[in-house]
Nanobody, 114 residues
Framework: VQLQASGGGLVQAGGSLRLSCAAS????????MGWYRQAPGKQRELVASVTSGGSANYADPVKVRFTVSRDNAKNTVYLQMDNLKPEDTAVYYC?????????WGQGTQVTVSS
């Protein structure tokens, strides 16, 4: 399984970005697709995830501002990020895991200027 992420960039505080991550290959179900982020000097942390059944989970700092969704037919997960803050600046990684395996995308940089 390979994950290809896109959609990062530079945005001013209060702006929006939409990340996409397409998975190629055979993915078992049930599974969870999600997004993690890692800021300089910090550990990688979960941002949001969504199960193949559609149940979503969010980290507290992004609740209300971010929305995770997926298209099972396309094996693609999205992260809509609104009202971005400078503290959201990080490399964002997509992730897919099932009962046996876990896969990571290459990461996409999100930079929010104040």
């Amino acid at each position: 399984v390979q994950l290809q992420a896109s959609g990062g960039g530079l945005v001013q505080a209060g702006g929006s970005l939409r990340l996409s991550c397409a998975a190629s290959g055979i993915i078992r179900r049930p599974n969870v697709m999600g997004w993690y982020r890692q800021a300089p000097g910090k550990q990688r942390e979960l941002v949001a995830s969504v199960t193949s059944g559609g149940s979503a989970n969010y980290a507290d700092p992004v609740k209300v501002r971010f929305t995770v969704s997926r298209d099972n037919a396309k094996n693609t997960v999205y992260l809509q990020m609104d009202n971005l803050k400078p503290e959201d600046t990080a490399v964002y990684y997509c992730n897919v895991r099932d009962f046996r395996s876990e896969f990571w995308g290459q990461g996409t940089q999100v930079t929010v200027s104040s």
